[in-house]
């Protein structure tokens, strides 16, 4: 049930009605890669520090010898691939009524609903998308393959929000 929980969580003070029918407001971040990275980060760290702890005494050719500055350096490089590993874990949307909000490994986008053709998830395809009426595809990052049910299950969140939106348009 955690699960559930964290793939589609209902935003504070939703109405009953948009419980009803399916707009409350929806976030979503991908967890298989998040523990992927976070794992491999810890290691990285781990790795690069036991590296350090060994660079002692004279290099190869004996012409200079390792000092405690290379070890610190050696630690200090662990650490910055650590950081670019947990960039991964970046990834997030955020849907409403209003709009939605994707932010990407690189960059974020805040658009209506107005904007939005559909949400895109192809065959094969490692993440979603929404396709934009200026027939540019917007990558969604957040929504993997690799999650399976958990990124199903949030494209139709979205595509709910999104038609009810068009319903809302349609009704004016």
Known sequence: MSERRDAVQPGAGTSERARAIGTEPVRLRPRRIRLV???SAVVVVVLFTVIATTLTGPTGNGYGTFQRGDQVAMIGLGVLFALAALLFTRPRV???ARGVRVRNIVGSYELPWEVVRGIRFDRGAPWAALELYDDDLLPVVALQAA???L???GVRALRRLHQAHLAALAGR
Do not use: F, L, P
């Open 151 to 153: 990124a199903v299950d």
């Open 37 to 39: 990275c976070w794992v």
């Open 94 to 96: 955020e849907a409403d």
């Open 147 to 149: 999650d399976k049910q």
